[in-house]
């Protein structure tokens, strides 16, 4: 494992070890070593300077330190696991003021109170076990555009392929739809589990999303979850059948719709889903 240290820090192994931070299972934790790599994740969020950047599960800091080298102004990191609070005040005692630890759940944080008004990037190589929620939650607010720029997160590769994958990949769903209708989604390169310790079973991707200005179709982000999980819920079902879930007109919502109900949701494109919520919210 490579480890090119140059903020006068110890190796993260180190720090590792000192503090018995072995990965646990139950918080989705693998830990990124090697800081070469840590700082080509930090260069893809783009220029960093005049940002604050969130972090979530931070870990040892390899991520965080990358950050800081590659010139983010603040990060605020979120931390849930209180064995690595130690080794998070090594960084912060080496770059002072420029690191904000937050010892606590990031699925329970109000993001608005985080960012605090600030100009706000999200870098993070998330636990697996909150990749998604944490996701779609940044990409739901009923504010739009949303309190950050941009998001630069690794997720399994398979969850990658389902954020950025388009109508009629066998990948597309609800997923899909979310990141696509209100941003841009793009995958970046892949992480290959040896990067990792420990080295998890699945080849980890990172994923750069913009969010659009505006969507270019508007719908109601209540409606379009609505009818998305009725679609997919029986992705197999042509429209007809999988939508009455919703318990409404379904020949008439596919009709306002402009679709066709013997089509399967995933033939159906972004903008096609948002005329369904459309009329759904009619």
């Known amino acids: 494992m490579i480890e090119t240290p140059d903020d006068n820090l110890p190796r993260l192994s180190e720090v590792i070890e000192r503090y ?52 983010a102004e603040k990060i605020v990191a979120i931390e849930r696991d209180e064995r690595a609070l130690p080794a998070l ?7 002072p003021d420029r ?26 190589n998330l636990p697996y076990n909150i990749a998604t929620p944490l996701l779609t939650g ?13 998001l630069t997160l690794m997720f399994q590769k398979e969850v990658a392929h389902r ?20 941003s841009d989604a793009l995958k970046m390169f892949d992480v290959s589990p040896k990067a990792f310790t420990p080295p998890p079973r699945v080849t980890s991707s990172i994923v750069h999303v913009s969010p ?3 969507p270019p179709i508007d719908c109601d982000v209540a409606m379009l979850e609505k009818v998305t999980a ?3 819920g029986q992705r197999r079902k042509m429209l007809r059948s999988s939508l009455k879930a919703l318990g409404a007109d379904t020949s008439s919502l ?14 159906v494109d972004v903008a096609g889903f948002c005329r369904l919520a459309n009329a759904f919210a009619i």
């Open 138 to 150: 940044w990409l739901t607010g009923q504010t739009w555009p949303p309190f950050w720029s941009s």
């Open 89 to 95: 005040a090594e960084i912060s005692e080496a770059w």
């Open 212 to 214: 659009k200005a505006k």
């Open 163 to 182: 954020i950025c994958a388009n109508a009629g990949d066998d990948a597309y769903g609800r997923l899909s739809i979310i990141s696509q209708w209100r």
């Open 230 to 232: 009725a679609a997919f």
């Open 20 to 71: 018995g931070l072995s990965a646990r299972k139950s918080l989705g934790q693998n830990f990124l070593l090697d800081l070469n790599l840590t700082r080509r994740i930090a260069r893809t969020a783009g220029p960093l300077e005049g940002f604050t950047v969130i972090e979530v599960g931070p870990g040892p800091g390899g991520l965080t330190r990358a950050l800081l080298l590659e010139g």
């Open 99 to 124: 690191l904000e630890v937050i010892h606590g759940d990031a699925l329970g944080a109000d993001w608005n109170a985080v960012a605090a008004g600030r100009c706000i990037k999200i870098v993070a």
């Open 254 to 267: 596919i009709e306002q719709a402009g679709l066709n109900p013997t089509m399967r949701a995933e033939e």
